[in-house]
């Protein structure tokens, strides 16, 4: 039995990782949504000076935040 | 950096369903595997490579003196806009994605990439792709001819060839950014215990930050060709002067994709090279820390810099000098980079096998590109050399003697990690001495010309510009020649060999070289500890 | 620059020297030929003998740079290598050195930043011009408007199909010649307007140090100044489409006398054309050239039929309030422009231009054009020249 035990230790940790590997898949792919419809949104709003620098500030945001988050570790 | 203290190569094959996998084509269809995958990536990189490089041959053709012989100049602008476009989304980010798909799950100690079925599929959207921009060649009115850039309003009046340039450029770039999740979760998530972020190898490091900037541009791109395509059909204005839109518009957008771009491919080289040099300096990579900054910084400044793409477009002066200043200031991690690399080498036990060839060849042809890219970044000497050859000298140091001579080196030193044999030293050799001289024959004129004020993308020249032409094409055919070479050289590597060792480069230290040689289909199943 | 020569005995030469040498070998055609240009044009005004020196500057500081990095390279390539026995020292970290050589590249920045800004202020320092010429780039072709002095014309290239075919030897300025070159005088600041009417193109002459995109819809404005008499040739440097390498730029600086003369001769021709302004005009003959002039000018956004065009704000002309109103109103608006209150991104900038460039009988007859054709029956239906000309005053 012990095997069995092992088997689904096993198994759940796999289901956490595919769960975690989604969450971040996910996470990453609202990014991506966001930055495309967003580009057509600011654009459509207003003219094109206040746009780009809406997407520019969204995107250096986005790159401040997820590249800071991992150099601590 | 990182000591190893339980190298298990994963044999055990734990998943039974893996052994039974299909054989001969639907192997290669059906496959999950991130070795089988990386391959792929690498073959249909090398193969693009190959029809780019035959567009080249058309284009060094046509110039090879003045007047129009070979083609007419709507064929020679043709060849142009492919070339780029096959080039960069078909040759220079697929074969990076092929050494991330190969390296990063070994180099972190992973079983494979996190979702296997995702990048089973974004290898397979890029053959569709590629094959309509081939496509739009045959049909009527030809290719896109605008340039690989795409700029509107020229770009508006063109035939079908280029709404299926704008299809592909969707199709790849949703590869591309299936890649980057792909790769960012890899990372983040599965790295073996002990493995922090801060002791990764810096190829996963640069990896990292690439993936991160594809996420963030490509949709820009997927945007901007979006538009262009309304535009086109649905009567939209977004760009066209016509219809009260603005054509300079697009120019932002399109270099706020293309400007980071430059970086998604040349990081990755970046980080190829940071294997190598250390690996045959025999000695830790001088800096890790400071580099993994000057990577981030690289990034984030790629961001800001886009407009000096467009310094004669008339901008105002307070924003040229701001994107001047912007510009000149990559130069600082670049060279912080630069230093390190140095610095790794300096006092160290040196050996000149191949990769480290191809990584010193590198380095010193890019330096040669990073300063004309400091002088096309100062406004002044931007407008004199702007849209001239000096531009297209510039890029192809970064892009094929930088990037392309990186993958180069990577593919001799993991070949016999991916073999299982050793290459043949001299012909490697021989391929490095023919790229290194012939790719100086070919773009180094390209400065003189681009300083005399020949404009780029011209199917025939003035006689002033007749002889450093011609110096360039023969170059560029004997360039081109030499690749099979290389072609060669893997192939007989794939085919047989002296037999590698498991860790065949003596400096090496990362967690690929505690596998055996060939590495095998299945690795890592029970994560390795670092310490 | 190039000499004369004939260059289809050249051409057969290059290709029997490429067939005999094959690839590889950075052959050396036509030494004696002396076409082996590698630096910047000969500056023609002050602004590019700038870029020029600015360049050298930059390029030494880059070559010291390069010499001393891979100087250390190659030290440690030969010193410290493997196969003389040198054994690796494992350092890997010098906090000291590392803001060195942060820091000292950043001063070498700034060092390089400063004198390119000066003259980024001086290239765009567009005020006080002694002429001003707009450039409008066509697909292709450029035309050239003398805007003060009411003329303009198309500069075309002239070089013969045979030569770009290999049918004929090649002229020393293949490529580089047309019909009619912008003609400017030497020692004058002349202000340049470049637009486009189609697509992009860029008006780019490096012996001047000019280079400006050619935006359509959008005027742009770059300045230069040629110091020595002489013509200077430029090409379009923006892929414009399939004869992108055939739309050269000659500029021909001529003497203050010499231009005098020609600017009377031009205008002598451009008024020969124009008649005299004080005549007083039938309307039928108002009508004829105000179609004509219409069509060329006003067509593009207000239709040949006079409909408008709503998506760049451009009105009907049909039963429009200001052509059917009174005409001195209309001769305002046409020769100042107007913004009608909402600003558009439309083609003009959203706005009615200023054609005050065309002359007086151009704008008389196109207003009465206006107020008679597609049904518009205006009260006071006929504008003469000389009403146009008391109002530009």
Known sequence: MSTGITQNRRDLRVSKLRAANRRTGFGLLAIVLVFFFGFFASRLVSSPDVSIAVVGVAVLLYLGVAIGRHLRR | ???????????????????????????????????????????????????????????RAELFEPGLQIVTPEFFNEMTTLHGLIMIFGALMPGAVGFANWMIPMQIGAPDMAFARMNNWSFWLLPPAALMLLISLFVPGGAAGGGWTLYPPLTIEQGMGMDLTIFAIHIMGASSIMGSINIITTILNLRAPGMTLMKMPLFCWTWLITAYLLIAVMPVL????????????????????????????????????????????????????????????????????????????????????????????????????????????????????????????????????????????????????????????????DVALHDTYYVVAHFHYVMVAGTLFAFF????????????????????????????????????????????????????????????????????????????VFLYAVIKCIRGGKPAPAKPWDGATSLEWTLPSPAPYHSFETPPVVR | MVGNRNGRTRSRFRWRLAAALGAGLPA???VALADWDWNFQPPGS?????????????????????????????????KHRKSVGHQAVQFHENTTVEVVWTVIPLLILIFMAWPATKLILAMHDTSAPGMTVKVTGYQWKWGYDYVQEG???????STPYAEIRNRAAK????????????????????????????????????????????????????????????????????????????????????????????LAEQKQKAGAAAEDPNK?????????????????????????NGTGNAAIGAPALVGDKVVLGPRQHQIDVVLNGQTNGVVMTGGAGGKMPSWKGLSDVDIASVISYTRNSWGNKAGENIVQPSEVKAERK
């Open chain 3, 151 to 157: 003329f303009g014309f198309y500069s075309t290239l």
């Open chain 3, 280 to 304: 007083v005009w039938s309307l039928n003959d108002l009508l004829a050239k105000g179609q004509q002039v219409f069509n060329g000018n006003c067509a593009a956004c207000h239709q040949p």
């Open chain 2, 409 to 484: 080196g990577g593919v001799y030193y993991w070949l016999p990690k991916w073999t299982g044999h050793m290459y043949d030293e001299s012909l490697a050799k021989w391929h490095f001495w023919l790229s290194f001289i012939l790719f100086n024959v070919t773009f180094f004129p390209m400065h003189f010309l681009g300083l005399a004020g020949m404009p780029r993308r011209v199917p025939d020249y003035p006689q002033q510009f007749a002889d450093w032409n011609m110096v360039s094409s023969i170059g560029a055919f004997g360039f081109g020649l030499s690749q099979l």
């Open chain 2, 1 to 59: 950096m990182s000591s190893i203290t339980q190298p298990i190569g994963g044999h055990e094959h734990a998943h039974d369903d893996h052994a039974h996998h299909p054989t001969g084509i639907m192997r290669w269809v059906t496959t999950t595997n991130h070795k089988d995958i990386g391959t792929l990536y690498l073959w249909f990189s090398f193969t693009m490579f190959i029809v780019g490089g035959c567009m080249a041959f058309v284009i």
């Open chain 2, 222 to 381: 997927a945007g901007a060709v979006t538009m262009l395509l309304t535009d086109r059909h649905f009567g939209t204005s977004f760009f066209n002067a016509a219809g009260g839109g603005d054509p300079i518009l697009f120019q932002h957008v399109f270099w706020f994709f293309g400007h980071p771009e430059v970086y998604i491919i040349i990081l990755p080289a970046f980080g190829i090279i940071s294997e190598i040099i250390p690996t045959f300096s025999r000695k830790p990579l001088f800096g890790y820390a400071s580099m993994v900054y000057a990577v981030a910084a690289i990034a984030i400044l790629s961001f800001m810099v886009w407009a000096h793409h467009m310094f004669t477009t008339g901008l105002p002066t307070a924003g040229i000098l701001f994107y001047m200043y912007a510009t000149m200031l990559i130069a600082v991690p670049t060279g912080v980079k630069v230093f390190n690399w140095l610095a790794t080498m300096w006092k160290g036990s040196i050996s000149l096998e191949a990769p480290m060839m191809f990584a010193l060849g590198f380095l010193f042809l890019f330096v040669i590109g990073g300063f004309t890219g400091l002088v096309l970044g100062i406004v002044p000497l």
């Open chain 3, 46 to 78: 002050s602004i590019s003998a700038q870029i020029t020196h600015l360049h050298e500057i930059i390029f030494w500081i880059c070559v010291v740079i390069f010499i001393g990095v891979f100087g250390t390279m190659f030290y440690a390539l030969i």
């Open chain 3, 28 to 30: 050396v055609p036509g």
């Open chain 3, 171 to 262: 002229d020393p300025h293949y490529l580089l010649e047309v019909d009619n070159p912008l003609v400017v005088p030497v020692d004058t600041k002349v202000r340049v307007l470049v637009t486009a009417a189609d697509v992009l193109h860029s008006w780019y002459v490096p012996a001047l140090g000019v280079q400006q995109e050619a935006i359509p819809g959008f005027v742009r404005d770059t300045w230069f100044e040629a110091d020595k008499v002489g013509i200077y040739r430029g090409q379009c440097s923006k892929l414009c489409g399939k004869e992108h390498a055939f739309m050269p730029i000659v500029v021909e600086v001529k003497s203050k006398d010499d231009y005098a003369k020609w």
